[in-house]
Nanobody, 127 residues
Framework: QVNLVESGGDSVQAGGSLTLSCSAS????????MGWFRQAPGKEREGVAA???????TYADSVKGRFTISEDNAKNTLYLQMDNLEPDDAAMYYC?????????????????????WGQGTQVTVAP
């Protein structure tokens, strides 16, 4: 059973930084994809960033240059470093994963690209 648990959400001022973490357990394959998504009230879930088992990454245009996705395989943990946060970044952030070989899509992840989901961690950005 795959279990994903996010942490690190907080309330920050615009221009500030946060690092989100996702602790993953139960993933069996060495081929996988993991990603971060966000959903603000009244809006659709949006793909933010993804990382593939070959180490390549992809980002939504809205976060390129400000957010960095990374992983620590020894700790089975996925990270999202968020810098220069803007009020529009405020949302519930979700970690997601899928197993099996997945080539880099060259685009932001979409919700139906991933199979397993965490419960989310809240990010608030004050103007």
């Amino acid at each position: 059973q795959v279990n994903l648990v996010e942490s690190g959400g907080d309330s920050v001022q615009a221009g500030g930084s946060l690092t989100l973490s996702c602790s993953a357990s139960g993933l069996q394959s060495t081929n996988y994809c993991m990603g971060w998504f966000r959903q603000a009230p009244g809006k659709e879930r949006e793909g933010v960033a993804a990382i593939f088992s070959d180490g390549s990454t992809t980002y939504a245009d809205s976060v390129k240059g400000r957010f960095t996705i990374s992983e620590d395989n020894a700790k089975n943990t996925l990270y999202l470093q968020m810098d220069n946060l803007e009020p529009d970044d405020a949302a519930m952030y979700y970690c997601a994963a899928r197993e099996g070989y997945t080539s880099n899509w060259g685009r932001a992840p979409r919700a139906n690209d991933l199979v397993y989901w965490g419960q989310g961690t809240q990010v608030t950005v004050a103007p």
